[in-house]
C-alpha cells in the first residue's frame, strides 16, 4: 500500500483516501480498515454498546421521497400515530429493559402537534428519566425549540446523500419550501441538540466520489451521531422500480460498502455515536449487527414499537425484527454484545458524556 493511502499516516483522512478505500477490494488490505475503526472506536468510545429504545410513534408523512415506502403517495398503506398513553408505555418499557434513550421517530406528520411531543418529550425525561431523541422530519423552528426546551437532547436527521442533485430527485421539496439538511442540521445545534445525520447506500445515481463527500460533510457538520444503511429498494416506490446505475462508479448497495462506511465514518468522528443500523440487519439477518458493532459502530436501536403498529412503519420491505416482541428483541441483541466482549451501556450516552 502506497503510504498516501495509509490510514496512520493523515490525521484527518483527504477525499483521495476515503476514496482509495471505498475503491479497494483486497480483503486483507480491508483488514486493516476494519482494525483500525475497531481500534478506533475502542480507544474513543469505549466497549460499551449502549441501546436507543426506538418508537415510530406515527406513519404519516406529507413528503413524497423516491425511496420510502411511507411516502405520502402510498395509497392503501393503513396509517396509524401512536396516542399519548403508548408512547407513556413505550417509554417505561424502554427503561425496564435497560435502554437508557428514548428515540421517538415518525413520519414527517404535523397531525403529531408540537404541544403533544412537547409532552411527551417532558414525560419520557422527566417522570421516566431518560434521554430523549427525536427524528420527526423537517420541522419548522419553532416546533424544534419548544421540544429543545421541553426537555430533547438530540436530533436525527440523516442528509441521505450531499449529492445536492441527487437527492432533490429522490427528496422533492415540498411547494414554497426547498429542503435544506445541511441548513437544518446547522440549526438542530444552535438550539443545543446533539445532531445525528447519515446517509444511504448504493442509492441509484450514487457515486463512489459523492460517498466520499458525504464522509466529509460528517466532519464539516461535527456530528454527534451518524447513521449509516443500504439502501433497500421498495417496490412500491419509483426508485424502486428504477434501474438507474452510474455503471462502473455506481455505488453497490453492498453489506461491504455500507461496513467500509461505518468504519471510515469512526476514523473520520472518532468520539461521535453510530449505530449498527436495522437496515444494515435488515440485508445480512445473520451478522449484520455483529460486524457494524466490530467494524466502528457503538449502539444498537432496538425496536420497541408495539407489535400492532411495527408491520406498518414500513420504510423499507422486510425490515428486520418486524415479528418480534420487545424483550425477546433486547435479550437477542444484549446477547450479541456480550457475546462480542463488549458490555451493555448503562445512562445516557451522549456523546457530550463519552467526550474526555
Ligand atoms: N432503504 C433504506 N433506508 C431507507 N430509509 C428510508 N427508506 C429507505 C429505503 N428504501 C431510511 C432513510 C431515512 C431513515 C429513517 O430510513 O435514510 O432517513
Redesign the pocket.
Known sequence: MSVIFSLEAEPSLSRETLLHWLREKDPSALETLWRHADETRKAHVGDEVHLRGLLEISNHCVRS?G???IAAYREGLTRYRMTAEEIRDGARLAAEVGCGTVVM?SGEDYGLTREFVAEAVRFVKGDVGLAVTL?LGERPEGDLEAWREAGADRYLL?F?TSDAELYERIHPSLPGRHSDRFAQLRQLRRLGYEAGS???VGIPGQSLESLAEDLLAFCELDLDMI?I??????PA?P??KSLASLGEEQAPASEELVLKMVALARLVRPDANLPATT?LATMDRAQGRELGLTRGANILMPNLTPAKYRRLYA??PDKAGADQGPTQTVEGIKAKILALGRTVGHGPGGRASTRS
Open positions: 421521497c425511496y420510502c415506502g421517530q427524528s440523516r441521505e447519515g446517509v444511504m447513521g444503511g443500504p439502501y433497500i429498494a421498495d416506490t426508485l424502486g437496515a420504510i423499507y
